[in-house]
């Protein structure tokens, strides 16, 4: 998300490669199972198919983590046993109403080769009375239905199940669209596809040999995909039918693209429906109806070569002709057929949200009734792809799904609003909300990197200026001195693992950590206690010089009791709460209001400005780390708990997915990843330095903080939740490095390589498991081992590393505001304030789990960043968490620590 400006069609690139702005959504393979990835636009295609028998059963599986420690044995039994609940506890948690209904459908096997053996008994034996009728229509949305103008339409919307469809495949030059042509080829290879060239072409006319018809320069178009990063293989769906001794009639150009096999030959076709004659000896029946293309295309060209929108009237028009052959068709088709239509693909210069309507038998016996579709490959409730097309209609036929197909069939899904003109309303609000998404997100992100850089040059003003040093010395207050206090050495590594070991330190004596290039311990982390700085009632210690304070300017200007000082602590913490909010707006409606720019700014400041007041609510608020351990744990906790329940509030969301794109629709997205990890991090380190200020054995806080970590990481790449590849191994480093730390042993190049190890290995576990369960659950961890195993991983690889490429070089905006929050952290908060010491150097010495808790997140951060293809975006969103909420622990360590005269 973090890209400021977007693409000539208000699309993101951040994290979809086929796009050149920033999308806050992971890569497109997430979405289905096998080399899955994002599904391309097409066209409203109405489907119809006679339900043949089958069912799976599908299995689960849950994965059980084994922790191993040193420790006392009553504090691993305990443990364990914590452990052991909390995993328990979580995957017991109900799964969401979409992702249910697609886990429990009848339809999959736990051995796939005995479920490939079964289809095909099935499809030999009953492929003769199964009927599909799928009906594309190229730009057909949810605002185009109604009762008057498409009666048809509304019929079927009545009756039968409905949903927004994602259309996204493989887009023209300069523009995120999906063309009429792309749409249809990408039905008929189950994955992504597109044409060569600038603009929309048209699909080219069949040429006929009687009632057959061979697809002119097919060869062409099919070695085309080998270049576009997704290998669709055109074809595939109309070589099933007719491999198993189905029947495939094509009605339209674009019908016989999506129905033809692979050598491009179309056994009947026929250019219009009068023209079909009887449909009753064919199993699938494919219908173009084209009416809103052609009109499209009878529009002007832009400078990309893509078509000006239509006027409405016109629209309106083509929609009412498009729903007339709809009803001419489903007056001739066989008996228990069941329909599909869809709008297939985009007819304007900007992607949308089109039509999926399904009546009829549903793939696992039940009828499409009024009510909402689903998918595994999107587990959202009303939203499905253009590839689930493919897979409903093979799996309708009773077929096996070939590996290339990525989508997964439509499920019904429960009961939608009480009546057809609520149904429209709600889906048509959730196209509008991806377009006003599109339409916020670029300025969004250049309103918040601009704010950002504003914030720390203000902050670095207020850390560095000085004051003139004739001014006189207030009284009752101490004037610094020009000498430094005395440091003392750094603990012994007895005294790290006991605390009771060594005197916690003073408010004015700085530890090691705060002079990292002299001392040999820097990675040491000194016991944790009550010091004088967090407790005025403690006397400063004897080692600080008298008459002297650290903290103070000549002219008695001291950090506590700084207005400015105060104002920029505020404002920091506001910024760190800034990225969650970007998440928990979504429970506003704000893009339903007036002015949609200004509503999400002001919806996700007011958010940011409750979670600010939580965290000065309290006691903890006179702590360093107290505000900084609210907002991080608001952070982990909000993220945690809207993955593991579906991931709503990442859907449409500016830092999060957009359905349009289709780039990912469930589990963490490569934006939320960043700040879910960098905020469990830091809120660990708040926790640890609380727990050990009270005498918390450090052995009972590692543990702790590991137990809740693993749960976290666990969460990140659960395929039920997270489903997080390139998330996990940095997540487990960063994890890694901060636990290191805490627990106060060095971290050396051999513990950074066995940690990332063991975090290639439990994401490979994972993505074993997933890879075992029915390829209709599978997720994209599963579809990469199964992609490896088909030899096509390196393509995936290639594309992934080529987003996080263009991303990193293009989003300069991003690039430039990690670059000065970097700058800021090392070269201002880690330099002598203007009251003569380093605001971070005296946080370290009062919160030393700070030092842990920010190294092990700018750690995840960078691993982060070389692992998925978001690139820049991941740094960049990671240290917008960071850093803001660093500030504020040192600009508090810097108000505890100047001490007036008593």
């Not at 096998?34 to 006679?50: I, L, N």
């Not at 009728?133 to 949810?142: D, F, H, R």
């Amino acid at each position: 998300m973090p890209h400021a400006t977007p693409n000539r069609d208000g699309a993101h690139p951040t994290l979809a490669p086929s796009t050149t702005g920033l999308t806050p959504t992971r890569t497109a393979d997430a979405t289905a199972p096998r080399p899955r990835s994002e599904p391309p636009t097409a066209t409203p295609a109405t489907y119809a198919v006679t339900r043949l028998t089958p069912a799976h059963v599908s299995a689960r599986s849950m994965l059980q983590p084994t922790s191993k420690a040193r420790a006392p044995k009553r504090t691993l039994g305990t443990l364990a046993l914590t452990l052991g609940l909390a995993t328990a506890t979580c995957l017991s948690l109900p799964p969401s109403p979409a992702s249910a209904a697609a886990a429990t459908s009848p339809g999959t096997s736990a051995n796939p080769s005995t479920t490939a053996a079964r289809h095909h008994q099935q499809s030999t034996q009953g492929l003769d009375q199964a009927h599909v009728a799928l009906i594309g229509v190229p730009g057909l949305e949810w605002s185009d239905l109604n009762p008057s103008r498409t009666p048809n339409l509304w019929s079927l919307l009545s009756q039968g199940a409905s949903a927004s469809l994602s259309t996204r495949a493989v887009p023209p030059p300069d523009r995120g669209i999906t063309c009429p042509t792309a749409g249809w080829l990408t039905i008929s290879a189950g994955q992504r596809a597109g044409t060569a060239g600038k603009g929309c072409l048209q699909p080219p006319t069949p040429q006929p040999t009687g009632e057959a018809a061979k697809i002119p320069n097919w060869p062409t178009l099919a070695a085309y995909q080998s270049e576009t990063g997704f290998d669709a293989q055109l074809g595939t769906l109309g070589q099933l039918v007719t491999d198993n001794g189905g029947k495939v009639a094509a009605i339209g150009p674009g019908a016989a693209l999506a129905g033809a096999d692979k050598s491009g030959n179309i056994a009947k076709y026929a250019p219009t429906l009068d023209a079909a004659g009887d449909l009753t000896p064919y199993n699938l029946i494919i219908m173009e109806a084209a009416d809103l293309a052609t009109a499209w295309t009878a529009q002007p060209l832009d400078e990309y070569g893509v078509p000006t929108p239509l006027p409405a009237a016109a629209r309106q028009a083509a929609a009412t002709k498009a729903d007339q052959q709809i009803g001419a068709l489903i007056a001739k088709l066989p008996p228990n057929t069941t329909t599909l239509v869809a709008g297939i693909s985009d007819v304007s210069p900007i992607a949308h949200l089109h039509v999926a309507i399904a009546k009829g038998p549903s793939p696992n016996g039940r009828p499409y009734d009024h009510g909402y579709l689903t998918a595994t490959s999107t587990r959202q409730d009303a939203l499905v792809t253009i590839t689930d097309l493919t897979a409903t209609a093979i799996q309708l036929l009773g077929l096996p799904a070939p590996r290339q197909v990525v989508g997964r069939p439509w499920q019904p899904n429960g009961p939608t609003a009480a009546t057809p003109a609520e149904t429209v309303a709600e889906l048509s609000d959730g196209d509008l909300a991806s377009q006003v998404l599109r339409e916020v997100r670029g300025p969004f992100f250049a309103v918040l990197v601009t704010v950002q850089l504003l914030f720390y040059a203000f902050a670095a003003l207020a850390l560095r200026r000085r004051r003139d040093p004739t001014s006189p010395t207030p009284p009752g207050t101490r004037p610094p001195s020009t000498n430094p206090p005395p440091t003392e050495p750094s603990p012994s590594a007895s005294s790290i693992t006991d605390p009771s070991a060594t005197e916690p330190p003073s408010a004015e004596s700085p530890s090691a950590a705060e002079h990292p290039s002299t001392s040999p311990s820097t990675t040491n982390l000194p016991p944790i206690g009550p010091s004088s700085a967090e407790h005025p009632s403690i006397k400063p210690s004897p080692t600080a010089q008298e008459g002297t304070s650290p903290l103070g300017t000549p002219g008695g200007d001291f950090a506590s009791s700084s207005k400015l000082l105060k104002s920029v602590q505020i404002v920091a913490v506001i910024s760190g709460a800034i990225p969650v909010s970007t998440f928990l707006a979504q429970l506003v409606p704000w893009w339903t209001l007036p002015v949609p720019m200004l509503s999400v700014i002001v919806t996700i400041v007011a958010i940011a400005g409750l979670i600010t007041a939580l965290a000065f609510a309290g006691p903890w608020r006179a702590h360093v780390l107290g505000p900084l351990t609210v907002v991080a744990a608001v952070t982990s906790l909000a993220l945690l708990i809207d993955v593991m329940t579906g991931s709503k509030l990442q859907v449409n969301a500016v830092t999060g997915y957009e359905p349009v794109t289709g780039g990912r629709f469930y589990g963490f997205s490569n934006i939320a990843f960043a700040v879910y990890a960098t905020g469990t991090i830091l809120g660990l380190a708040g926790v640890a330095q609380w727990l050990l200020g009270r005498g918390v054995s450090r052995v009972v806080v590692v543990a702790a903080c590991a137990l809740y970590g693993g749960l976290a990481v666990f969460a990140d790449g659960w395929p039920s939740w997270g489903a997080d590849f390139g998330g996990v191994p940095a997540f487990v480093i960063g994890l890694a490095v901060f636990l290191i730390l805490l627990s106060g042993k060095r971290v050396s190049l051999l513990r950074l390589l066995l940690v990332g190890l063991v975090g290639a290995a439990f994401v490979g576990a994972l993505s074993v498991f997933d890879w075992l369960r029915p390829d209709s659950q599978r997720t994209h961890l599963g579809n990469f081992v199964q992609q490896i195993i088909d030899g096509q991983a390196w393509t995936v690889v290639g594309r992934k590393f080529s987003a996080m490429i263009g991303v990193t070089v293009g989003n300069w905006s991003l690039t430039l505001l990690s670059l000065v929050a970097l700058a800021f952290l090392f070269l201002i908060l880690d330099r002598p304030s203007r009251w003569g010491a380093s605001a971070l150097g005296q946080a370290y010495r009062l919160t030393p789990t700070l030092r842990a808790g920010l190294f092990g997140a700018l750690t995840c951060a960078f691993v982060g960043f070389l692992m998925n293809d978001s690139g820049i975006a991941i740094p960049a969103m990671a240290l917008t968490v960071a850093v803001p909420l660093t500030l504020a622990a040192c600009v508090r360590a810097l108000q505890l620590t100047t001490v007036p005269m008593e």
